[in-house]
């Protein structure tokens, strides 16, 4: 079964720090490009960041551009994303996605449930 | 950067259809790919490339995509397609995946 489980995240203060983890599992993870999108509360999907299957490709949404790491390791079929100098407005679940076919400008197949992050002090 | 807009609801009675509507400069020149959000789960690829449908997605969902808007379309409308539904494309401009700001779908 193709599944993608995340983890790390939980409450924090602003200016913290946190590490998200997702574990890939059922399909060959160094095949598929991976991105992170996020839901505040009640609000819309918000796409934050996306690495080629080699990670040598990398982009960031405007709002977490410098503060945001997305990094994979293929050899242990995982993707992360850290989250630095965390702001209130950064509260939402983190979701972890699969790429269709690979590519930057293709779209999510596969989602993971997501990990809340909290930002409050 | 690019601008998808959505209508933030949308009712429809059983058995009827159902339009989701998607606006953006000259959107019809992108592929534009839907999700459905059910409460507390995550999203589920609907249509993609405008058009084409997932694996175990039923028939009754499908897309277009002309000119400013695009639309996904859900025929005989059941109680369980309640939901949110976000239109997604790429913005060449930008480089970044851009969402709209979703319709919430209400079966009376």
């Known amino acids: 079964e193709v599944q993608l489980v995340e983890s790390g995240g939980g409450l924090v203060q602003p200016g913290g720090s946190l590490r998200l983890s997702c574990a890939a599992s059922?399909?060959?993870?160094?095949?598929?490009?991976m991105n992170w999108v996020r839901q505040a509360p009640g609000k819309g999907l918000e796409w934050v960041s996306y690495?080629?299957?080699?990670?040598?490709?990398?982009y960031y949404a405007d709002s977490v551009k410098g503060r945001f790491t997305i990094s994979r390791d293929n050899a242990k079929n995982s993707l992360y994303l850290e989250v630095n100098s965390l702001r209130d407005d950064d509260t939402a679940v983190y979701y972890c996605?699969?790429?269709?076919?690979?590519?930057?400008?293709?779209?999510?197949?596969?989602w993971g449930q997501g990990t809340m992050v909290t930002v409050s002090s | 950067s690019y601008v998808l807009t959505q209508p933030p609801s949308v009712s429809v009675t059983p058995g009827q259809t159902a339009r989701v509507t998607c606006g953006g400069n000259?959107?019809?020149?992108?592929?534009v790919h839907w999700f459905q959000q059910k409460p507390g789960q995550a999203p589920v690829l609907v249509v993609y490339?405008?058009?084409a449908r997932p694996s175990g997605i039923p028939e009754r969902f499908s897309g277009s995509n002309f000119g400013n808007t695009a639309t996904l379309t859900i025929s005989r409308v059941e109680a369980g397609d309640e939901a949110d539904y976000y239109c997604?494309?790429?913005?060449?401009?930008?480089?970044?995946?851009?969402f709209g700001g979703g319709t919430k779908l209400t079966v009376l």
């Open positions: 690495i080629s299957s080699s990670g040598n490709t990398i």
């Open positions: 000259n959107i019809g020149r992108k592929s």
């Open positions: 997604q494309v790429w913005d060449s401009n930008s480089d970044h995946r851009v």
């Open positions: 059922g399909f060959t993870f160094n095949y598929y490009s």
């Open positions: 996605a699969r790429d269709l076919r690979s590519g930057y400008d293709d779209v999510s197949d596969i």
């Open positions: 490339d405008n058009t």
